[in-house]
């Protein structure tokens, strides 16, 4: 192995230690952050089933005591094909509920309870959700505009980026991944590994770090400033030049940080871009 080779392995077996480190140091107040938010992941997942049981409801494939072929339920719901390898995944999320009873190998399954009423709830679980965990508005936002959409997005009568993104609205994209719980936490405790890192690294080499896919900037927010009071070099990519854009603004009181847009499946080995002046 070259010594390059050799010297990014240790950097990246040091930045572990000091991610190990940050955890451990942070553990009592990552509890009681993480306190208020035990039973969220529950609630998602029966959101989202429910968004799973109104969609075949509207596909006509829900009667109770029926059993439907997988084959069925594609042509009633009109299934996209590229959409077809996700339908296993779909269907068990109601098994995993004993709504259906689904039987992978016949390519088949058998409803149990009345998907129809699960449906009809559904506006009392957001309500429910929603008042159960404020802090997570974000996350619940996005849920319910895509719950509600499932079929469309399914059919392919409505592309799920768009949706996610609210026809180039990224307000609530940057709210989910910046002020959500979950993602917060963790770029938050990728800025401190990263501090952590820049302290006690050994040699006199510049401090470079690339961020593949930096998307709407939650994680560079939390990792540039350690980076610049380092005085290291950032190079901020992403396969969208929408965001690449959008960074540039967002992060122009910053320096040492460059931006190039970057598919990495075709790119494998992106060269730092030279620091520009300010």
């Not at 109770?64 to 996209?80: C, E, F, H, K």
């Not at 895509?146 to 997005?153: H, Y």
């Not at 949706?163 to 800025?191: C, I, K, R, V």
Request: glycine content about 8%.
């Amino acid at each position: 192995q070259s010594p390059s080779v050799l010297q990014g392995e240790k950097n990246i077996a040091s930045l572990i230690d000091a991610a190990q480190d940050v955890v451990h140091q942070q553990k009592p107040q990552l509890l009681d952050k993480l306190g208020p938010l035990r039973g969220l992941d529950k609630a998602f997942d029966q959101l989202a089933a429910g968004y799973v049981a109104a969609w075949l409801s509207q596909s006509n494939c829900a009667g109770v005591g029926a059993t439907y072929s997988v084959s069925d339920l594609i042509q009633a719901a009109g299934l996209d094909r590229k959409f077809q390898p996700a339908l296993p995944r779909l269907l068990n999320m109601l098994a995993e509920d004993e709504l259906i009873d689904y039987e992978p190998n016949a390519q088949q399954y058998k409803v149990r309870g009345s998907l129809a009423h699960i449906a009809e709830s559904l506006t009392d679980r957001e309500h429910a959700a929603r008042e159960a965990y404020p802090s997570a508005g974000a996350q619940l936002d996005l849920l319910i505009r895509c719950g509600r959409a499932l079929g469309e997005i399914l059919s392919g009568r409505r592309n799920a980026v768009e949706l996610l993104f609210d026809d180039g609205n990224y307000a609530d994209a940057e709210a989910l991944y910046e002020q959500s719980p979950w993602p917060h936490l963790m770029s938050t405790m990728a800025g401190s590994a990263v501090a952590e890192f820049a302290r006690t690294r050994s040699g006199a080499s510049r401090l470079r770090v690339l961020e593949i896919g930096a998307g709407t900037g939650a994680t560079t927010s939390a990792v540039l400033p350690a980076v610049e009071a380092a005085g290291g070099q950032y190079l901020f990519t992403d396969l969208s030049p929408a965001f690449v854009d959008r960074a540039r603004g967002k992060f122009a009181r910053f320096d040492g940080i460059d931006f190039a847009s970057l598919d990495i499946e075709q790119h494998r080995r992106p060269a730092l871009a030279p620091h520009r002046p300010r």
